[in-house]
């Protein structure tokens, strides 16, 4: 037997007033007094009655959901940040849309065009996003923050992680430990965080180590382009002392390269990453990596996207930018465990 739903008559009249002032308490609308809002509560909860959202929209103009357009929706990093923004989103009573990009422009784009209407704010995350792309794709009145982006315009607020500080401390411990010849895996091509990262190690070695030549090795932020690139470590002569790679998954591939091929880490080879993804403490040896507190990241984009929900003017600068800490395990060889702080570039 189907239960008929209930409707927002059933919960005026078991309240005792009007549709009108269900309609007021229910949409946050105001103008009703204390006992007035808690009999309809009780009315609905009475009635279990569930708001249509398709009405309540035409009501407030508002969806209450906010989209999150992201590359991609596999690993740990895109867990957690998904996670991050997601609990601040249900905190303030919002629901969270999530989309994926990792085909392309043209997917990104049709991400983008997808959320329109169905949203209130987005979060965009994406290597193709640049300003031209936004003003294209993006309603002029739809709040908008970018995740590692290189746009800088106030339109189009930016929190970035500091990829070339933290690389640059990294390759810095890694050298000063003692390992006189780094080798850098590489991100996507085209990728911003990539693309900063790889700039940080050149810079520290330029920096720390001027006659050593640098050592390169193409990956793609996967498990398998890490161990790819292990597997092309192994046959250089001579072997880099230690190898940094653009992120922890990579680094995790790269390890079982390494102890597929018998080799001691860190006795025979350093290894160190990036994010300090969950599995990077829990691999043999530990992995040595810099910290990115990924929840926090999209907790930081969820409040300040409310904030521009809310109508609150955006401050100066356009990006802000997060520290990240390196976090010293047992891969890189410093037989120690030791968290040091980077100060950002550019406050956040």
């Known amino acids: 037997m189907t239960t008929k739903k209930a409707t927002i008559k059933d919960v005026a ?53 906010i989209g999150a357009v992201l590359p991609d929706l596999y690993g740990e990093f895109f867990s957690e940040l998904i996670r991050g923004i997601d609990l601040a989103a249900r905190a303030r009573g919002l629901h969270l849309l999530v989309s994926s990009s990792h085909d392309g422009v043209e997917d990104a784009a049709a991400a983008v065009r997808a959320m329109r209407g169905r949203v209130d704010g987005l979060i965009v995350l994406s290597q193709f996003v640049d300003q031209a792309f936004l003003e294209k794709n993006l309603p002029a009145d739809l709040p908008a923050v970018l995740l590692d982006s290189p746009v800088d315009n106030p339109r189009y607020p930016a929190i970035n992680i500091d990829n070339d500080a933290g690389a640059q401390a990294m390759v810095g411990h890694l050298l000063d430990v003692g390992h006189a010849s780094v080798a850098f895996i590489t991100g996507p091509s085209g990728n911003f965080d ?3 990262r790889e700039k940080g190690y050149r810079a520290a070695m330029a920096a720390h180590a001027p006659h050593m030549p640098l050592n390169i090795i193409a990956g793609d932020f996967t498990e398998e382009s890490g161990y790819r690139a292990g597997r092309e470590l192994l046959a250089q002569r001579p072997r880099p002392q230690a190898v940094f790679a653009a992120n922890d998954m990579m680094a995790v591939g790269c390890l079982y390269a390494f102890k597929e091929a018998g080799l001691d880490v860190p006795g025979d080879i350093a290894l160190a990453g990036f994010d300090d993804i969950l599995i990077a403490r829990y691999v043999t040896p530990a992995l040595s990596t810099v910290r990115v507190s990924i929840t926090d990241l999209g907790k930081s984009a969820l409040l300040l996207l409310t904030g521009l929900m809310e109508g609150k003017a955006h401050t100066s600068p356009a990006t802000r930018t997060l520290g990240c800490d390196v976090v010293v395990r047992d891969s890189c060889g410093a037989h120690q465990t030791d968290v040091a702080t980077i100060n950002p570039s550019r406050a956040g």
């Open 13 to 65: 009249r078991e309240a005792k007033v009007s549709i009108a002032s269900v309609s007021r308490v229910l949409n946050g609308l105001g103008g009703v007094t204390a006992d007035t809002q808690e009999a309809v509560r009780q009315a609905a909860a009475r009635l279990h009655y569930v708001p249509d959202s398709a009405a309540r929209s035409l009501i407030t103009g508002r969806t209450h959901t």
């Open 194 to 196: 990539a693309q900063q």
